[in-house]
Nanobody, 115 residues
Framework: QVQVVESGGGLVQAGGSLRLSCAAS????????MAWHRQAPGKQRELVAA???????NYGDSVKGRFIISRDNAKNTVYLQMSSLKPEDTAVYYC?????????WGQGTQVTVSS
């Protein structure tokens, strides 16, 4: 069984920065794709950023140039460095890991950007 736990959310002013972390643990036998999604109230969950085992990244259009996803394979941890934050970035941010068993999601971490 795999567990995924997010941390680092909080309240920040517009223009500020935050760094989210996502640590995976459990029965992990290989380096797996990981991603961040977010869901704002009343909206569908959307992709924020994804990273392959080899470090290839993909970003949602709304965060390109502002957010950076990275990973530490030795720690099974993925990070999301968020800069130039906007009020519309306010959401619950979820991390997931894709394994042969399926997709494991974390409980999410709240990010609130005040104007």
């Amino acid at each position: 069984q795999v567990q995924v736990v997010e941390s680092g959310g909080g309240l920040v002013q517009a223009g500020g920065s935050l760094r989210l972390s996502c640590a995976a643990s459990g029965r992990i036998f290989s380096i797996n794709p990981m991603a961040w999604h977010r869901q704002a109230p009343g909206k569908q969950r959307e992709l924020v950023a994804a990273i392959t085992p080899g470090g290839i990244t993909n970003y949602g259009d709304s965060v390109k140039g502002r957010f950076i996803i990275s990973r530490d394979n030795a720690k099974n941890t993925v990070y999301l460095q968020m800069s130039s934050l906007k009020p519309e970035d306010t959401a619950v941010y979820y991390c997931n890991m894709v394994t042969r068993s399926g997709i494991t999601w974390g409980q999410g971490t709240q990010v609130t950007v005040s104007s």
